[in-house]
Every structure is written in structure tokens, then in C-alpha cells.
């Protein structure tokens, strides 16, 4: 099938793009930016969505960059999913970046689709969206009233919705770099590789210089309408102790709202999310222990 038509729109600067994405919004057009399109154009291909108007955001300048402070990694909204994977300085602050990345689709389609892309299309299956919950990051969105932040936690309200105003674009995803001593960890369930997950959890474990857990989060997809963060503190031994893994099951079990479709079933995906959750633990604890020791692994 082919998309139903629309009217196509390349601005060349970010001011241009917002003040149309503002003009088409108070007109009523059903508008829509289109970044790497590997989301955005099966659905229209398909029908499921017609937008009236693309916003090309293509030929932006100045947003295809990731760059790394001291606090945080911050993605642009033209940074392909494999650029993010490959840059080596996102990797060396936020390793969790790269191991979730290498689960999204298939490199054809990281070559072109964009982490921030991922994120505002918030598929409930989207790994980037359980990577910037987990690390408590924020979206970066400008529109002709100014720039706001929108931490993960208020950003994501149901399966491919946000609080994104149809008026703002999305300039930059800023993923804050984990406290010393965390390890990391995305593992997941896919019936091919490259498809969405059956179920995907990732993981950071922070242990102290004595080697003791501090602390524990895991950011869970396809387990519910989004992404689904459990806090795993109640599973954390006493000082010098390490995790409950029972703990860590209950509480996961507790957290998730799998629904069934043709893929899996409810309780299927529930058995996943504790099986997962148990692995990507262990993983992540690993990790930390490694770093404090002095050794990091891919
Ligand atoms: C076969 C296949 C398998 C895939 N498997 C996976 C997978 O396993 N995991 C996964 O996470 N993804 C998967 N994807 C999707 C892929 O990751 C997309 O790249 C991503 O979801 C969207 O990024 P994009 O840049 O292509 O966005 P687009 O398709 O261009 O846009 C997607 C949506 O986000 C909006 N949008 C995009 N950028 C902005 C912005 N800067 N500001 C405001 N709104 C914006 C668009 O308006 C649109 O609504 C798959 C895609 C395909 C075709």
C-alpha cells in the first residue's frame, strides 16, 4: 500500500521548523515530524497513520551530535540509533546505551532511525524508552514558547503517547551517566533477531568500595503500556549483602501488566519479565563488581 497524500515540508533551521509545527497546529493540520521515518513510514505505508503534513527535520543543522559531560550523555535528535551505539565516549559513560542499542532492529534500520525518534514514538517495545527511564533521563523539547525538559517519568502516558505537544519538537534525549561502581545490562526475548522483544529488561546494580549493593533499578519493556520501572531497594541486603533474587522476582511481578497478543500470551510475558529480571541482575551485579575491581567488559 502507499501512504494517503500529504504535504511534505523541509525547514532548514530549528526556528523554522517550530514556528510551522506552531502554524499548522493553530490551523488544525494534522502534523507530524518525520526524523529516520523507520517508524513513522511503514505506519504510513500501512494506513494506520495519514498525517496531512511531514516536517522533515532532516537537514537541521547542529542536531546529529551525541556528546558527553560529566554528568550526562546527550543524544540529538538526528543521531542514528548506530552512531549512538558505536560512539565510544557515550559507551565509556553510560555502557547501558550500547547494550540496549544492539537489541534495536536490525542495522539497516539503525542506520537510519534515530534514538530520540524512538523514544517520542514510545512503542511500548522500544528499548530506548526502559534506557532513559532507568537512568531517570530527560527529553529536551522546543517550540515557539521555549525550551522545556520533560523528565521519562512524566513523558510516557500510554502505548506510542507522550506529554510531546504536537508543536514542539524534540531536540535532544540527555541520558544522566550511572554513580560510580554501576554496573549495567539489557537482555532480552525475541523470537528473530532484531524483532521487537517478547520482553526486554534492563538493569543497573551500584555496589560501594567494600563491594556491597546500594542500589538496584531495572526498566522493563513489553510488560505493559510503557516502560515500567521497578525499584529493587526493598531487594537489597543489609550492609556487605548482595540482592534477593526472590525479592527481586515478587516485586517485578508486582510492577508488570502484561497484555496477550499474537506473539505471547499474558502470563508467558510475566514468566519472561521474572526470568529476564533475574538474569539482567546478575549481569549487571557482575559488571559493577568488575568495575570497582578495576576491569570493564564489553
Ligand atoms: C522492521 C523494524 C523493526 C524494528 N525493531 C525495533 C526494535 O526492536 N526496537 C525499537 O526500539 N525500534 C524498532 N524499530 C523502530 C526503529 O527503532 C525506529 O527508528 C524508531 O522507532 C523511530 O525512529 P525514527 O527516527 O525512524 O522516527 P520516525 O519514524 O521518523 O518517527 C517516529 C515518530 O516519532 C516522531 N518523532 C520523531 N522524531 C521526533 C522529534 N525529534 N521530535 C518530535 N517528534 C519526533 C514522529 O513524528 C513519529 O510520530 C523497528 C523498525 C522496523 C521497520
Redesign the pocket.
Known amino acids: 500500500m502507499k501512504p494517503s497524500p500529504f504535504h511534505y515540508h523541509r525547514p532548514a533551521t530549528v526556528e523554522e521548523a517550530v514556528r510551522l509545527l506552531a502554524e499548522l497546529r493553530a490551523g488544525g493540520a494534522d502534523a ?12 504510513m505505508s500501512m494506513r494506520l ?1 495519514a ?1 496531512g503534513h511531514l516536517v522533515d ?1 532532516n537537514h537541521l543543522p547542529g ?1 546529529d551530535r551525541v556528546e558527553v559531560t560529566a554528568g550526562e550523555v546527550r543524544v540529538g ?2 543521531a ?2 548506530r552512531t549512538v551505539e558505536r560512539d565510544d565516549a557515550a559507551y565509556a559513560a553510560c555502557p547501558l546505551l550500547r547494550r540496549a542499542l544492539v ?4 542495522p539497516a ?2 542506520n ?7 523514544i ?2 514510545a ?1 511500548p ?5 526502559a534506557v532513559l527511564a532507568v537512568l531517570g533521563g530527560r527529553l529536551e ?1 522546543v517550540s515557539t514558547s521555549g525550551t522545556r525538559q520533560v523528565a521519562a517519568e512524566t513523558l510516557f502516558t500510554g502505548p ?1 503517547t507522550t506529554t ?1 505537544r504536537t508543536d ?4 535532544a534525549a540527555l541520558f544522566p551517566v550511572p554513580p560510580a561502581g554501576t554496573g549495567s545490562a539489557f537482555v532480552e526475548l ?1 523470537r528473530r533477531s ?4 517478547l520482553c526486554g529488561v534492563a538493569a543497573l546494580v551500584t555496589v560501594d568500595a567494600d563491594l556491597a549493593v546500594t542500589g538496584a533499578r531495572l526498566g522493563l519493556i513489553s510488560v505493559g503500556p510503557m516502560p515500567v520501572v521497578v525499584d529493587l531497594a526493598p531487594a537489597v541486603h543489609g550492609s556487605g549483602g548482595g540482592i534477593d533474587v526472590a525479592a527481586v522476582r515478587a516485586l517485578v511481578d508486582a510492577a508488570v501488566e502484561p497484555d496477550a497478543d499474537i506473539h505471547a500470551s499474558a502470563e508467558y510475558r510475566r514468566h519472561l519479565a521474572g526470568v529476564l529480571s533475574e538474569r539482567a541482575v546478575g549481569a549487571a551485579l557482575e559488571d559493577a563488581l568488575r568495575r570497582r575491581r578495576g576491569r570493564s567488559a564489553a
Not at 32 to 43: E, N, R, T, W
Not at 194 to 197: F, L, Q
Request: proline share 4%.
Open positions: 507530524k515530524v518525520l526524523a529516520g521515518g523507520q517508524s513513522l513510514v511503514p505506519l497513520a498525517p527535520i542536531l535528535a538526528l542514528r540509533h537489541h534495536v532492529a536490525h534500520i539503525r537510519r532511525g534515530t534514538t530520540v525518534g524512538s517520542v514514538h512503542d517495545a522500544g528499548e530506548m524508552t523539547l506510542m510531546v514542539e519538537l524534540a531536540v525475541a532484531g524483532d521487537y522483544a
